[in-house]
């Protein structure tokens, strides 16, 4: 297995800064999603989202090269802790609305492929036959009675987001909670019953949540184009949505998306 990336191919959403973040290395794997500010909130920290993002993406990595035996929800504990410890003084990180990331993550280890998920980041996993199997923590949106607002998009309020965020019978994001590490979901394979693997942020995934695509031609569009062809797939759906008031967020998002064969991998 090959394990740099080539052809990198996160793309921000038009106007705005790339809160994404993806890492490579050997036998392992990430995407991350930042999460967390709302219009007028600052979540009870100075940073941006990509700061945040870029630490927690770093301590994620490092722990995942130096700690391969430990289980993916203590290495994702260890890189909470210390993305918090990171922050200084002038940030409150008990506020439920501090920045994080939502997460995917995969490693290959004792014949045995891996993963953790928080939040609306993909693992999808191509066996070979038949339509392939994602993970998605799918938690924010199935939260009973949760009350929306309409504004430039469909969302939730902060208000409502911060009685039920990185708590039991919510939903959980990495960053300001170290608990969210064992509320992640997480299972394995065996490697030799995996063909590919996918990961990507939600800004990619919408192809199958919001456009009718199959995860079957994700794999095959990417196969043949790359993940280019991906991220132009899904600017194309977005731009050609003839209402995009009906989805529950942003018409355009950070895309993300890094695939691994057993042979190679590319993102």
Same mark, same amino acid.
């Given at each position: 297995m090959c394990t740099a990336p080539t052809r990198?191919? %996160?793309e921000a959403a038009p106007d705005g800064p790339n809160e994404d973040h993806f890492a490579v290395g050997d036998g392992w794997a990430l995407v991350l999603d930042g999460a967390g500010r709302y219009p007028n909130e600052s979540g009870g920290c100075i940073h941006p989202v990509t700061w945040v993002v870029a630490r927690l993406g770093a301590h994620l990595s490092r722990h995942l090269a130096e700690r %391969? #035996?430990? %289980?993916l929800t203590a290495i994702a504990r260890s890189a909470i802790e210390a993305t918090m410890a990171d922050h200084g003084p002038a940030c409150d990180l *008990?506020?439920?609305l501090s920045p994080g990331a939502t997460a995917a993550i995969i490693r290959l280890r004792d014949d045995q492929v891996e993963w953790l998920v928080v939040g609306d980041c993909a693992v999808v996993i191509d066996q070979g036959q038949g339509e392939p199997t994602s993970i998605i923590d799918d938690r924010v949106d199935r939260l009973p009675g949760a009350p929306v607002v309409e504004g430039r998009v469909r969302t939730y309020s902060p208000a409502y987001v911060a009685t039920i965020?990185?708590?039991p019978g919510g939903f959980w994001v990495l960053g @300001?909670?170290?608990a969210a590490a064992e509320h992640a979901l997480t299972g394995a394979l065996p490697q030799?019953?995996?063909t590919q693997i996918l990961r990507c942020t939600d800004g990619v995934s919408r192809l199958t949540e919001r456009y009718g695509w199959g995860w079957s031609a994700v794999f095959a569009l990417c196969e043949e184009g790359g993940? #280019? @062809?991906l991220i132009r797939a899904v600017r *194309? @759906? #977005?731009r050609d949505d003839p209402n995009p008031r009906r989805w529950r967020g942003k018409r355009h998002d950070d895309a993300t998306v890094v695939v691994l064969r057993m042979d190679q991998v590319y993102a």
């Amino acid at each position: 297995m090959c394990t740099a990336p080539t052809r990198p191919q %996160p793309e921000a959403a038009p106007d705005g800064p790339n809160e994404d973040h993806f890492a490579v290395g050997d036998g392992w794997a990430l995407v991350l999603d930042g999460a967390g500010r709302y219009p007028n909130e600052s979540g009870g920290c100075i940073h941006p989202v990509t700061w945040v993002v870029a630490r927690l993406g770093a301590h994620l990595s490092r722990h995942l090269a130096e700690r %391969p #035996e430990q %289980p993916l929800t203590a290495i994702a504990r260890s890189a909470i802790e210390a993305t918090m410890a990171d922050h200084g003084p002038a940030c409150d990180l *008990s506020h439920p609305l501090s920045p994080g990331a939502t997460a995917a993550i995969i490693r290959l280890r004792d014949d045995q492929v891996e993963w953790l998920v928080v939040g609306d980041c993909a693992v999808v996993i191509d066996q070979g036959q038949g339509e392939p199997t994602s993970i998605i923590d799918d938690r924010v949106d199935r939260l009973p009675g949760a009350p929306v607002v309409e504004g430039r998009v469909r969302t939730y309020s902060p208000a409502y987001v911060a009685t039920i965020r990185n708590r039991p019978g919510g939903f959980w994001v990495l960053g @300001a909670a170290p608990a969210a590490a064992e509320h992640a979901l997480t299972g394995a394979l065996p490697q030799r019953s995996v063909t590919q693997i996918l990961r990507c942020t939600d800004g990619v995934s919408r192809l199958t949540e919001r456009y009718g695509w199959g995860w079957s031609a994700v794999f095959a569009l990417c196969e043949e184009g790359g993940p #280019e @062809a991906l991220i132009r797939a899904v600017r *194309s @759906a #977005e731009r050609d949505d003839p209402n995009p008031r009906r989805w529950r967020g942003k018409r355009h998002d950070d895309a993300t998306v890094v695939v691994l064969r057993m042979d190679q991998v590319y993102a």
